[in-house]
């Protein structure tokens, strides 16, 4: 952890700058808080994960993921509402309202 020595993170080739062949030659080194820390350890310590990078490569896509989902969601909402704008009906002001309203509750009796 962040206590003695070194993290497990900080010894990993994401934070040491040793080139993967997973990487192009560019790396961006970032600094992440506690927590993130430990979340990121608390998963490699499960054994599913074999690396920080591993870790975060998922993070990414499903980053990725929710980006594309949202922007399908903001695109679907504006056509409802371009639709429900489109087939409303010409506003009516309130005494006319009122009159057809009147109308159609005495033609129902």
Request: proline share 3%; aromatic share 8%.
């Amino acid at each position: 952890m962040l206590g003695e020595g070194r993290s497990s993170l900080e010894r990993s080739s994401l934070y040491t700058g040793e080139k993967s062949k997973n990487y192009s030659d560019r790396l961006m080194v970032i600094q992440l808080t506690a927590d993130q820390e430990n979340l990121i350890e608390s998963k490699l310590k499960t054994g599913q994960y074999q690396s920080p990078e591993e870790i975060l490569q998922i993070a990414f896509r499903l980053f990725e993921k929710y980006d594309e989902s949202d922007a399908e969601w903001l695109e679907d909402t504006r056509v409802k509402v371009q639709e429900a704008y489109d087939e409303t009906a010409p506003a009516v002001d309130g005494p006319t309202f009122i009159r057809e309203l009147r109308q159609k509750i005495q033609a129902q009796m």
